[in-house]
């Protein structure tokens, strides 16, 4: 894996060691001598990671971090402290002040490197799979700082072959390690054991994270759910945490590339544990608010914003979809295209709210009248578009007579031009139905058959209006 990597350390022996291991790496390195240089650096390369291997001699880490994710293009660097000193309070120190990550030398170049793959590839995602943070901010999808929102659900999976019930770290049991972590989070755990059979979908819930019980740092067939959890509906989006005897082997760098994105010592002080799930799971509750907004977005960008049905650019394009599907199947479909007649009255008379509140209510009722699989879209001012998928013209006939009748029937409740003061009017709606036949040996484009809908509708216009049109040609 490619990339841009900044190390920030006051001595040189210490800069040039690490730019040997990270090129030999392929990655392009930057070094800066201090703070300062560090952001003058990143306001123009923008790197991928920022590696800061010893105390900063010209501004605390916490007004580092602050700064360099103040620049733009910078919101979602990580920046990882290397130390020398396994201290657990300078640890969670350096976690408190925004470190993404805090590892403590010796390290072997393999574990070290998949650390700093796992990182940025999860940076990677957030800037480049969603969307860049500046557009996020425009379109309001840009997610806060970290804050830890709510406790989080945590499944603790024990595998179908159980690691060693006394791999100890430390001293430290698999067992002693769940009880005190159960009491030293806020977040809600759940055991989970496979070897009784049950698989991943049995599941009660879907976890924000999954702590998988490892167990010995040389059984590589401790790794094995891995994949299963990268698969199971109920774990695929979840922070998955390896956790086993010692988080520095081999095997550890193995568990990050397979998918893990932590890996944590049985030994390793309960604070930290902590705060790594944490930064997991507020990971994981930054992926669903952004994926919330894209779908919102989206919703919002097929839906019409007065009547709540789909627009006319959706509409349009499920009808090249069904028109498609219906003569590949040799199925048959409707199109129904309904206007309201005399609206501009509505408008002038009562005023643009009273209209607005009519369409909405006559899309209430066309939406009632339709099946689950029936798509209708407002494609005009008072314009809308139904496609009924697999009906008969009997059928089609048949449904737009009963939305035609029931526009008619219902009293449209407004407010006056002058006032609140509410009141009822009637209007009534002009249909025109086209079919598609995919059986009769012709192809009908769809732009053909909104064509013939729109002359069967005009055809009601000139009848009178209120009615249902047919057309009963099928073919081009």
């Known amino acids: ?3 841009d990597i900044l190390i920030v350390d006051s001595i040189t022996t ?23 240089d560090a952001l003058a650096i990143c306001a123009t390369e923008m790197p991928d990671l920022v590696l800061v291997t010893s105390e900063l001699t010209d501004m605390g880490f916490g007004a580092f971090h602050d700064q360099l994710h103040a620049l733009p293009g910078c919101r979602k660097t990580p920046i990882v402290a290397l130390t020398t000193e396994d201290d657990a309070q300078l640890r969670m120190r350096r976690f408190r002040e925004g470190a993404a990550d805090v590892i403590t030398s010796p390290i072997s170049d393999t ?28 379109f309001g999808f840009a997610d806060a700082r970290a804050t830890f929102l709510r406790p989080g659900r945590i499944a603790a999976v024990t595998p179908r072959t159980h690691p060693a019930r006394d791999t100890k770290s430390a001293g430290v049991s698999w067992h002693r390690f769940y009880n005190e972590l159960s009491s030293a989070t806020t977040h809600q755990l ?4 496979m070897r009784s059979g049950r698989g991943l979908k049995d599941l009660q819930t879907h976890p924000d994270a999954v702590l998988l019980e490892i167990g010995r740092a040389r059984d590589e067939h401790g790794l094995a759910p891995l994949a299963e959890l990268r698969t199971a509906p109920q774990t695929r989006d979840a922070k998955i945490i390896a956790l086993m005897d010692y988080a520095k082997a081999p095997l550890a760098a193995t568990a990050l590339d397979m998918g893990a994105h932590d890996v944590i010592d049985y030994g390793t002080h309960m604070g930290e544990v902590d705060w790594r799930l944490n930064l997991q799971i507020n990971r994981k509750m930054e992926d669903d608010r952004l994926l919330a907004g894209v779908r919102s977005g989206l919703q919002a960008a097929v ?3 007065l009547t709540g049905l789909y627009n006319r650019r959706f509409g349009m394009s499920q009808l090249d979809r069904l028109a498609t599907e219906t003569l590949q199947n040799k199925g048959e479909m409707a199109l129904i295209i309904a206007d309201l007649d005399h609206f501009k009255l509505v408008n002038d008379r009562y ?5 607005d509140a009519v369409l909405s209510q006559v899309a209430q009722i066309m939406s009632g009248s339709l099946r689950k699989e029936d798509i209708v879209a407002r494609i005009g001012g008072e314009e809308f578009m139904i496609l009924l998928p697999n009906v008969t013209p009997a059928q089609a006939n048949q449904t737009a007579r009963r939305i035609c009748q029931s526009v008619r029937n219902t009293r ?4 006056s031009i002058s006032g609140p003061a509410s009141q009822s009017i009637t209007v009534t709606t002009s249909l025109g139905v086209a079919l598609l036949n995919g059986a009769d040996g012709h192809c009908l484009t769809p732009d053909a058959l909104f064509r013939r809908a729109d002359r069967a509708l005009y055809g009601s216009k000139s009848d009178g209006r209120g009615t249902v049109t047919l057309c009963t040609r099928t073919a081009a």
């Open 1 to 3: 894996m490619s990339g």
């Open 14 to 36: 210490n800069r040039i060691v690490l730019k040997v291991k990270l090129s030999s790496a392929f990655y392009s390195v930057f070094q800066a001598s201090s703070a300062q």
């Open 412 to 415: 449209m409740q407004i407010g």
């Open 303 to 305: 839906t019409d914003p």
């Open 190 to 193: 759940e055991r989970y054991d």
């Open 111 to 138: 574990v070290l490197l998949a650390r700093l793959r796992t990182l940025m590839r999860n940076a990677h995602r957030d800037t480049d799979q969603w969307i860049k943070p500046e557009a996020a901010e425009v």
């Open 351 to 355: 005023g643009h709210a009273a209209g």
